[in-house]
T-cell receptor, first 112, second 113 residues
Framework: EPEVTQTPSHQVTQMGQEVILRCVPI?????FYWYRQILGQKVEFLVS????????KSEIFDDQFSVERPDGSNFTLKIRSTKLEDSAMYFC??????????FGQGTRLTVV | GESVGLHLPTLSVQEGDNSIINCAYS??????FIWYKQESGKGPQFIID?????DKRQGQRVTVLLNKTVKHLSLQIAATQPGDSAVYFC????????????FGKGTHLIIQP
């Protein structure tokens, strides 16, 4: 069964450093999303991406965040200067239409 | 400040019984709803979705009911199995799609042998 793949599974970074979280969406999907889940909190929407541009973003997705689809298979989330409060599980999701987003296993980001 | 974790409601059912997990939403403009299952250390797993022009949708062993009048969503799982143990989230959005899903806090379903 096709699935969304995320790497790495766990990333530890120092505060102020840049991180790039990587995702390979399901191959025929056209809509891509990033969500995050701070430990013990709800899953929160960050950004959606379609046709090579951001289609929607939340208040969390400020200038420190960016997304890119550098080639036909990868979808990345970059955090320019990480803060302690960026520590969370980051989930990539994709969908073939605007319905039914399928999530990856997540990348646990720990900022120290 | 201190971060307070979510206190998840817990539903404990006997293996083989039916489970009903409930979700209340507040945004009357929400028109698309998804139920997700999340096992420990894994990402949310899509179970079933429903649009606001429907009040019931069935899948394999699962049924979602939507009551727009009282802004209530439920997930029924028939003949629960040990593998159904997980946290179940409802998620909603406006605009008819999975953009900008707002997740509920989840219900922890425990299956008793």
């Amino acid at each position: 069964e096709p699935e969304v793949t995320q790497t790495p599974s766990h990333q530890v970074t120092q505060m102020g450093q840049e991180v790039i979280l990587r995702c390979v969406p399901i191959s025929n999907h056209l809509y891509f999303y990033w969500y995050r889940q701070i430990l013990g909190q709800k899953v929160e929407f960050l950004v959606s991406f379609y046709n090579n541009e951001i289609s929607e973003k939340s208040e969390i997705f400020d200038d420190q965040f960016s997304v890119e689809r550098p080639d036909g298979s990868n979808f990345t989330l970059k955090i320019r200067s990480t803060k302690l409060e960026d520590s969370a599980m980051y989930f990539c999701a994709s969908s073939v239409s605007r319905e039914g987003a399928f999530f990856g296993q997540g990348t646990r980001l720990t900022v120290v | 400040g201190e971060s307070v974790g979510l206190h998840l409601p817990t539903l404990s059912v006997q293996e083989g019984d039916n489970s009903i997990i409930n979700c209340a939403y507040s945004n009357s403009a929400s028109d698309y709803f998804i139920w997700y299952k999340q096992e420990s250390g894994k990402g949310p797993q899509f179970i079933i979705d429903i649009r606001s022009n429907m009040d019931k949708r069935q899948g394999q062993r699962v049924t979602v009911l939507l009551n727009k009048t009282v802004k209530h969503l439920s997930l029924q799982i028939a003949a629960t199995q040990p593998g159904d143990s997980a946290v179940y989230f409802c998620a909603e959005s406006t605009g008819g799609g999975a953009d900008g899903l707002t997740f509920g806090k989840g219900t922890h379903l425990i299956i008793q042998p």
